[in-house]
Every structure is written in structure tokens, then in C-alpha cells.
């Protein structure tokens, strides 16, 4: 744990800040009206292992830099990320990452001028799903939900930007999800 005047903050208690990372993948996060690609991304979801594998993304611990004011999780090298692929996969989904990186905007916070990456979160979508579609349907519910349960856990007030990329396409990490 980080332990520095008046800042205590364990490894797992910024994940433990976010609501459960998997509800916001989950199909009742996409529009009904969404087509081919929520359709898809709904049908995915009903799988019980695909749910198991991404709740298991809430074990992945995260690293503190005191030096740089950071809190880190990078999901590559967490097991539980590898896992939470091959479920996608064996559901008939189409992996991709989200990139989230916060800071606390204004304010006292318990966290004052810090920041909190997440690296690589996988995610799971529809086969015909486009980055465009994850700016619709996940862009501004992530970044808020990720917003809202820092600022719940440690105050003050936040600000967080999502870059979703296929995992199939790397040229795609250039499309940004981002909102302030």
C-alpha cells in the first residue's frame, strides 16, 4: 500500500473504486436499437464464462509511483486479462482493449494531482462491431462511471479519457474515445 501523509491507498482499492468493470461490456450497456453490431455484442454476453472470465479483471493489481503521482494496472500482464480474451473468443466475440487514464481535475482529494491509468482493459464485443460503435455506446458511460467512482473513493473531482482499439488491429490505436 502507499502510505504518504494523508494518502492511504492500497493496490486494489482503485479498482475497487470503479464499479465492476465488466458491467460496463455487459450488453445491457448497448442500446437495443443499436443493430447488427448490439445485437451481437447481446448474444456474446449470455455466455456464463465470458461473464466469469471478465469479473476475474477486478483481481488484477495495480502498481503505485509515488515519484509520478500513478496508479497503474496494466492488463497484459495480469493472468485474469488472457483469460477474459480466450472466453471472448470461445463466445463468438471480438476482443478489443480500452485504454483509461483519469486525473483529478480540481479540488482536495485524498489523491490531489495524481492519476490513474488503465492499460489494455480488454473488452468484448459483436464480430461486426467498429471503434465508431464503441464511441456510441461506451465512450461516455465509461468515462463517467470510471469518473464518478474515483471521485466516490477518494473526492475531489476527475477526469477521465477512454481509447478503445481492436486487438486485431493496431492501426486503430489512433481512434480516440474522449470526453472531459
Not at 448474444?43 to 493489481?61: F, I, P, R, Y
Request: net charge negative; with cysteine; glycine share 10%.
Amino acid at each position: 500500500s502507499l502510505r504518504g501523509g494523508p494518502v492511504v491507498l492500497s493496490s486494489h482499492a482503485v479498482l475497487l473504486a470503479v464499479p465492476a468493470i465488466p458491467s460496463l461490456f455487459m450488453s445491457g450497456s448497448i442500446g437495443e436499437d443499436d443493430g447488427t453490431c448490439g445485437t451481437e455484442t447481446e448474444q456474446v454476453w449470455k455466455d456464463a464464462g465470458l461473464n466469469t472470465a471478465m469479473e476475474g479483471l477486478n483481481s488484477c493489481d495495480a502498481s503505485v509511483d509515488k515519484g509520478s503521482k500513478t496508479v497503474s494496472v496494466d492488463f497484459p500482464s495480469c493472468d485474469a486479462a488472457a483469460a477474459a480474451n480466450t472466453a471472448c473468443s470461445s463466445a463468438g466475440g471480438m476482443t478489443y482493449t480500452i485504454d483509461v487514464a483519469c486525473s483529478e481535475t480540481s479540488g482536495i482529494g485524498a489523491v490531489a494531482d495524481w492519476s490513474v491509468d488503465y492499460s489494455k482493459m480488454p473488452g468484448c464485443a459483436g464480430t461486426s462491431c467498429t471503434i465508431s460503435d464503441f464511441d456510441t455506446m461506451l465512450k461516455q458511460q465509461m468515462e463517467t462511471s470510471f469518473q464518478v467512482g474515483i471521485q466516490s473513493y477518494k473526492g475531489g473531482t476527475w477526469s477521465c479519457a477512454a481509447t478503445a482499439s481492436l486487438s486485431s488491429d493496431p492501426s486503430d490505436d489512433e481512434a480516440i474515445l474522449s470526453i472531459e
